[in-house]
């Protein structure tokens, strides 16, 4: 078999892609789930630390008389603060947004910080001085922006200094600095589990974007994502890859004349029958209209058209195929390469029909002058069975669905904690009241939490109920009296215990909802307040360090949420838009037409369906290539959105069928519309168009659809009709 296809070896990974950048100094944040990047992410941290030093610069003038010592630190938490300030002002500029994805401007920013308080620390109380609290949130902000390589190594990092400080200045006694340290892993463990829930929301959400809903396989952009990551990991090792292109032969005449819900049927029961006969690691998706492709990895050109001819048998039970194969001859091969000569052998077996399935062979020249390159692990993606098997189609992720065990694993982590201070109060020495108080929260505060736990774990559907809020309520009352309590037993303000209420705000901030966490803050603060008003006075001079540090946890824990619904939110804007063509795909369409249709029934105004059937479309694909009917089906599209500024709502349901819902009047509006349309696309395509308006012509989408496709196919006999005619006149 010839070779066919001759291009450059693929570039590099994405991994040797960061080495390269980091050596520059300009990593960008290409990790998965990372949330490096964002203005938020760049801007809250310099904010945080101006705020926090210049709150420094405060305490250490309320702390009182002042030597040599304090002095320089008022001058350097100034200088820190107007520093910092300046950085995040500038984070709009030219130079901030070149900077903004910078892995080392994090790391630097954060080793400076770091510094200071260590510096503070040796220069006050060791672990036992209140400027430690600082060293917690930092590590899980740590945990939280960075990938999780690069926030392993600053959790090593801030663990090894503060055992440094302990061991330079030892005021803190062994359990003291034994729960120092564990402060700052459980903060890490804190910000990290937000990393993961946010890389679990993009994973869900990418999900949803990436599969089909008629045929519940990977769409076009699902698909290219798996060829791309195929590609780039070496083929298996050196091995083959196969990729098949499959062609429904007379799909376009069951639509003409069954309707579309008898091709949508069709295409359903394809997406069930073409995986019967493949590999279990090959991928399956659907590329559009009745078009299917399926990848194939460590498949000989033998072996892939045996496959080819296997799906076709499969398929012939109710309807014909053509495939076109391609496989990689080398181990360097572009997927530009194997779809363009996968769709060169399905244009050969359109040609000649009695082929069927064609193999053709695609490759590169280059690979024989580049040693292999070793394989990349594929793990599994997530499914869109897997998110059916949750209940119906999550057309937006439930909460539980994306964080999972994420946010169980930190409300367990917090009982954990609670528990520890309970037997710390049960076997120390302390008799006194704050010590009996931690002793009778210590059950409710751990029964609580993992009560907590247990919803989130599976048990997503309480989260808005009554019950909830009143676990939650108490939770969050009974953790910050417990925490308040243990700072009254270590002496007030200045425990280093008090960083556990930075840790719950910052938890509470980044996955609850504004509500919830609203409710928590008002607990966190009440435990706060009964330590100022029961703690000794000469500790107030601390009130605005932790006033400071208040802020930046929750402002920080902001970031983890907002990330969240960001990439949410994009990712199922993806979701609900057609790849191609870039306008409503059937979810979004049929979304959006029902809202359509809500607001009508409420306002008791009409509205028009305009559907549109091609002339001819599947002739483009067979003769000219799908690559000239991916193109005029662009080109309909722009027609859609340019001819209807004031549309509702454009789709393209698949194939060569699309849909405009638009404003009209009454009946002869609609007509004229579409009338209109039919002009517009001349000069583009001949198109049937049809139309149908609510509430004359149904009261359910369901109903508008199949009126509008009937007259669409009555129109278009009629023209064929008329066509005829006049070549026989």
């Not at 719950?504 to 609203?518: C, E």
């Amino acid at each position: 078999m010839a070779v066919i296809g001759q291009s450059p070896l693929p570039k590099s990974t994405a991994r040797m892609q960061d080495r390269r950048l980091m050596a520059s100094g300009r990593t960008r944040a290409v990790h998965e789930g990372s949330i490096l990047g964002r203005r938020d992410v760049a801007l809250v941290p310099w904010l945080a630390i101006c705020g926090v030093s210049a709150m420094i610069a405060v305490s250490t003038v309320l702390r009182g008389p002042a030597g040599h010592v304090d002095r320089l630190v008022l001058c350097v938490a100034i200088a820190v603060s107007v520093t910092t300030g300046v950085l995040a002002a500038m984070q709009d500029t030219q130079l901030g947004e070149k900077y903004r994805g910078s892995l080392w401007i994090y790391l630097l920013g954060s080793f400076g910080l770091l510094v200071t308080l260590t510096a503070l620390q040796l220069r006050g109380g060791g672990l036992a001085d209140p400027y430690f609290a600082g060293n917690v949130l930092l590590a899980a902000y740590l945990g939280l922006v960075l990938p999780t390589t690069w926030a392993r190594r600053s959790l090593a990092v801030m663990v090894t200094t503060a055992l440094v400080v302990q061991a330079i200045r030892p005021d803190a006694d062994p359990v003291e600095a034994l729960i120092s340290v564990g402060l700052i892993v459980v903060g890490w463990l804190v910000g990290a589990l937000g990393h993961m829930a946010h890389a679990r929301a993009a994973a869900v959400a990418r999900a949803l974007s990436s599969y089909d809903q008629l045929t519940s396989m990977l769409n076009r952009r699902g698909f290219q994502a798996q060829v791309e990551l195929a590609t780039n990991g070496g083929a298996h090792d050196g091995e083959p890859i196969a990729l098949l292109i499959i062609d429904l032969d007379g799909f376009k005449q069951i639509n003409d004349t069954r309707g579309h819900a008898a091709g949508d049927e069709i295409l359903a029961w394809c997406g069930g029958a073409i995986p019967v006969a493949l590999p279990h690691d090959a991928e399956v998706g659907r590329l559009g209209g009745d078009e299917f492709a399926v990848l194939i990895p460590g498949a000989s050109p033998r072996h892939a058209e045996a496959i080819a001819r296997a799906v076709r048998e499969e398929l012939s039970a109710r309807i014909s195929a053509s495939i076109g194969v391609a496989t990689s001859e080398t181990r360097a091969v572009q997927p530009i390469d194997l779809f363009r000569v996968a769709d060169a052998a399905l244009y050969m077996c359109k040609r000649d029909r009695t082929l069927g399935v064609r193999a053709l062979v695609a490759g590169s020249s280059v690979d024989a002058h580049h040693p292999a390159r070793p394989a990349r692990s594929r793990r599994r993606p997530l499914s869109y069975a897997d998110l059916r098997a949750t209940g119906d189609f999550p057309t937006v992720p439930e909460r539980g669905i994306i964080y999972g065990w994420l946010v169980a694993a930190g409300f367990v982590v917090i009982a954990a904690a609670g528990f520890v201070v309970v037997v710390d109060a049960i076997l120390g020495d302390g008799s006194g009241i704050w010590t009996t108080l931690i002793r009778w929260l210590g059950l409710p505060w751990v029964g609580w939490n993992l009560a907590l736990a247990w919803i989130a774990n599976g048990h997503h559907r309480l989260v808005e109920g009554r019950f909830y809020w009143f676990i939650l309520l108490g939770c969050s009352i009974s953790l910050s009296v417990g925490v308040g309590g243990a700072m009254l037993m270590a002496g007030g303000l200045t425990a280093p215990i008090g960083a556990a209420l930075f840790l719950k705000l910052m938890f509470d901030a980044a996955v609850l909802p504004v509500r919830s966490a609203s409710t928590t803050l008002a607990a966190v603060l009440f435990g706060w307040g009964m330590v100022l008003v029961f703690g000794p006075a000469e500790q107030l001079w601390v009130v605005p360090y932790h006033l400071s540090i208040f802020g930046s946890a929750i402002a920080m824990g902001a970031i983890g949420h907002r990330a969240f619904d960001d990439v949410t939110r994009h990712a199922l804007s993806l979701a609900r838009t057609d790849d191609l063509t870039k306008v409503s795909n059937r979810l979004g369409f049929e979304e959006q037409a029902e809202a359509a249709l809500v607001a009508a029934r409420a306002e008791g105004a009409p509205f028009g369906l305009l559907a549109l059937d091609l002339d001819d479309f599947k002739g483009v694909n067979d003769t000219q290539g799908h690559a000239a009917g991916d193109e005029l089906l662009q080109r309909v599209a722009a027609v859609l959105s340019t001819t209807f500024p004031d549309a509702q709502v454009v789709g393209r349901l698949g194939g060569d069928e699309f849909v405009v819902v638009v404003p009209v009047s009454e009946q002869d509006d609609a007509i004229a519309r579409a009338r209109a349309l039919a002009l517009a696309l001349r000069s583009v395509a001949g198109a049937s168009v049809g139309h149908a308006v609510f509430p004359l012509d149904g009261e359910d989408l369901d109903a508008l659809l199949l009126t509008a496709d009937h007259r669409s196919y009555v129109e278009k006999r009629a023209r064929k009709a008329a066509t005829e005619t006049a070549l026989k006149g």
